[in-house]
């Protein structure tokens, strides 16, 4: 829309400089809001008409070399200039022949001279109109655009939220019948064994004993799946988390000293370095998800061939603080890469878990808008890095 900076322009296209003068003067008005350009030659009014954007243009039929009808030919096969409205403003006798040749020209109005004010200025003022309500069609055309793209990358979103979420509840289907229908059906197989033993005369008390761990053992398992599944329950459904500033020396003691047992098991080293990001304002608890989670699997899935060398280190990157974790342990096919983040996805049956780990810390790293990316090899390691943005 034309503003108080960016005013209404008519070209007023004559030969005669006093001509051209005077007809602005008749058509301003204080506070009108409209800018008069002026071009003596066909030429000067072809260049004005291709750098401005033009509102009107009153052009004079009469002139030396380029005449009035052939501007509007040259104006009517440029692309940028056709839907310019022209008046021809001329001397000539008001005759059918002239007439007809300026409307087969591109005019849309004439003007005779000498030129009644009243007639002038109202035809002017319509076209102006006319104008500003073309403006404002297209003004309201582009925000429906913008909108209409608003929408469309909502509801790609919202797609792709669906989608996930569908991903999700299928797993949770499989899940349900094969990571809970497992225990459950172990736990079914040793009551039975159990009772066998019980009602010989002379119950075993070791083969009792052996069965009771097994049955404990099956529940724990079954105990520690359903948490797994709360636990992403609460992911699906978490709005919002308090946040913090959280240092992450703090809080790679904490959970050091929460693994320790692992630590000790698998005789694991953990090398910090969080000199370039000592700390970030982030939910301590979701943090302490991703880092417990990197951690305690770079000890797990060690090489049985060497101790685990773990190295965990903090720096920035563009508006990201990136959390890095390094080992020495098994690594990863190429093909298992993406896999690796999928729920109840366990690549190395040899470790104890439910793999639902990473799919977490995947899950909160995209809801904060962050992103983590895996580099392993088979055989010589693993290295994931987390991008979080401060909250």
């Not at 004439?110 to 404002?136: C, G, M, N, S």
């Not at 159990?194 to 052996?210: A, F, Q, R």
């Not at 990473?358 to 390691?381: H, M, P, T, W, Y």
């Amino acid at each position: 829309m034309p503003t108080a900076t960016h005013p209404v322009k008519i070209l007023l296209v004559d030969d005669k400089e006093e001509n051209l003068v005077s007809l602005a003067s008749l058509l301003s008005e204080e506070g009108d809001n409209t800018e008069y350009l002026f071009a003596n030659s066909g030429e000067e009014a072809l260049k004005l008409a291709l750098q401005e954007e033009i509102a009107l243009i009153l052009l004079d039929v009469q002139m030396p070399g380029m005449n009035g009808y052939e501007v509007a030919r040259y104006l009517r096969d440029i692309s940028k200039t056709r839907d310019i409205p022209i008046i021809f403003v001329t001397a000539i006798h008001q005759q059918d022949v002239h007439v007809m040749e300026g409307f087969e020209a591109g005019a849309v109005d004439f003007l005779f001279k000498p030129l009644h004010p009243a007639i002038t200025k109202a035809k002017v003022a319509a076209f102006v109109r006319f104008y500003l309500q073309k403006k404002e069609v297209e003004l309201a055309h582009k925000r429906t655009q913008e909108i209409n793209r608003e929408l469309e990358e909502r509801v790609k979103a919202r797609t792709a939220e669906l989608t996930r979420v569908n991903k999700d509840l299928d797993n949770f289907v499989y899940t349900a019948s094969h990571d809970l229908k497992a225990p459950i059906n172990n736990i079914e197989g040793l009551a039975v064994a159990l009772k066998e033993v019980l009602d010989t005369p002379e119950p075993d008390h070791g083969e009792l004993n052996i069965i009771m761990a097994m049955i404990q053992d099956a529940i724990s398992r079954f105990k520690h799946t359903l948490m797994d599944l709360t636990e992403v329950a609460k992911l699906q459904h978490q709005d919002e988390t308090n946040i913090e500033s959280v240092r992450f020396e703090e809080l790679i003691d904490d959970i050091t000293l929460n693994i320790q047992d692992l630590i000790l098991k698998y005789d694991a080293t953990i090398d910090t370095d969080f000199s370039e990001a000592p700390e970030m304002v982030f939910s301590r608890k979701n943090l302490r998800s991703i880092v417990y989670n990197l951690v305690s699997n770079a000890i797990k899935y060690s090489s049985p061939e060497r101790p685990p060398i773990i190295e965990v280190s903090t720096y920035h990157e563009s508006s990201y603080t990136v959390f890095r974790v390094k080992d020495n342990g098994l690594g990863l096919k190429p093909e298992d890469r993406d896999k690796v983040f999928d729920m109840f996805k366990r690549l190395h049956a040899h470790v104890e878990g439910t793999g639902v780990g990473l799919a977490i810390v995947k899950r909160i790293v995209e809801n904060s808008d962050g992103r983590i990316e895996c580099d392993s090899e088979q055989g010589k390691g693993s290295e994931f890095r987390v991008y979080l943005r401060g909250q």
